[in-house]
């Protein structure tokens, strides 16, 4: 059978199976096709020594595309847990990593995002959640911080600097 891979749409978790399930079923009760939404329910059973559960997904450290590369994607790199390996992605990640020219340095991510959804890992960005917020046209002040998590951290919106306006 090989290895197989897969996860949940939002990347929080994966799953790797390494042989041929001991069982399968299709099922058409009306319990299960209430769980599905479908006209049936699908099982598919394997030997816990061949199936594999780990947490996926990422969430932004600091606002530059780097965050979302090294460590993830490169050879070795200690999130890896896609097992991608491919020289051209750790060339690249190499000379992105040190690169000063700043525009130079974004397209050589954009160039390992390219390689990472079109020939490595078979995965790609597929969902991306984000907090919004409505603030009263007089309420001044108001800056929220620029990585993803800070919106639901108490205290990242620097209430000392909130007021308001005539």
Not at 2 to 29: D, I, K, L, Q, W
Not at 92 to 111: C, G, M, P, S, W
Request: hydrophobic share 35%; aromatic share 12%.
């Amino acid at each position: 059978m090989g290895v197989h891979e897969g996860g949940c749409a939002c990347g929080a978790v994966r799953y790797r199976v390494t042989n041929a399930p001991f069982r399968t079923s299709v099922c058409h009760c009306r319990s299960c096709q209430l769980r599905t939404g479908s006209a049936f329910g699908v099982g598919i059973y394997f030997k816990a020594e061949d199936f594999e559960l780990f947490p996926g997904g990422w969430i932004q450290d600091y606002p530059d595309p780097e965050n979302w590369i090294v460590g993830l994607f490169d050879t070795g790199g200690t999130l890896n847990n896609y097992n991608c390996s491919d020289p051209e992605i750790d060339d690249l990640v190499a000379k992105a990593q040190f690169n000063t020219d700043d525009e130079e340095r974004i397209d050589q991510y954009h160039q390992i995002n390219e390689l990472i959804v079109t020939r490595v890992c078979g995965i790609g960005p597929f969902m991306h959640i984000a907090d919004h917020y409505l603030i009263k046209p007089y309420v001044v002040g108001m800056a929220e911080f620029s990585t993803g998590q800070d919106g639901v951290i108490g205290g990242d919106w620097n209430a000392e600097a909130w007021g308001r306006s005539e």
